[in-house]
């Protein structure tokens, strides 16, 4: 059975906040000083924080369901919002988590596809994301799908400064399967 997914609306936004720690701490938790993690955690997942992201007109989260189970979500920005590059021909991929329990199973790449399916739809010209210099696997993963790196940024998680390499898909090589 394939990953359906749905645009996240105002009504989603517990969901979401769950859904968004929950991965993060997963992914991240262990490589990271446990005070600045805290830090990090509660100043980026707070209710007031992603309701702001979610009523943006720029940003647009979707959730990804396998069997009507919650597998998974990512974020779209555009023009304003995204982080870097503002560029109005490009869309940001400023999130994309799979819960742990469901990884292994091509959700990632699924919701990878949708994303690249989304900008394209948009008529974008690439899509970007930041990624974190040592998140070896998620560099690969990027890379094994096109992905290519075109610079780096700072990213604090509390006051450790973190580097991540900013990646782009050029849309003219997407194709549809």
């Not at 707070?46 to 597998?71: G, M, P, R, W």
């Not at 290519?148 to 450790?160: C, N």
Request: with cysteine; charged share 30%; glycine share 4%.
């Amino acid at each position: 059975m394939s990953v359906r997914f749905q645009k996240c609306s105002p009504t989603d936004l517990d969901q979401l906040i769950d859904i968004s720690r929950t991965t993060f701490v997963d992914a991240f938790e262990k490589d990271n000083a446990p005070d600045d993690f805290k830090a990090y955690i509660d100043k980026t997942f707070t209710k007031a924080n992603i309701q702001e992201q979610l009523v943006h007109s720029d940003s647009t989260f979707y959730f990804a369901f396998k069997d009507e189970i919650l597998v998974g979500y990512f974020k779209l920005n555009e023009n304003t919002a995204q982080t870097d590059v503002k560029l109005s021909e490009s869309v940001e991929l400023e999130r994309i988590y799979v819960v742990k329990e469901f990884q292994g199973n091509q959700i990632g790449k699924e919701m990878l596809h949708e994303a690249l399916r989304l900008a394209e739809k948009a008529q974008k010209t690439f899509l970007w994301l930041g990624v974190w210099q040592k998140n070896t696997r998620a560099v690969r993963f990027y890379e094994k799908h096109g992905f290519v790196k075109f610079g780096t940024h700072p990213y604090y998680i509390g006051d450790d400064k973190q580097t991540d390499w900013l990646m782009r898909y050029d849309l003219i090589n997407f194709r549809e399967d």
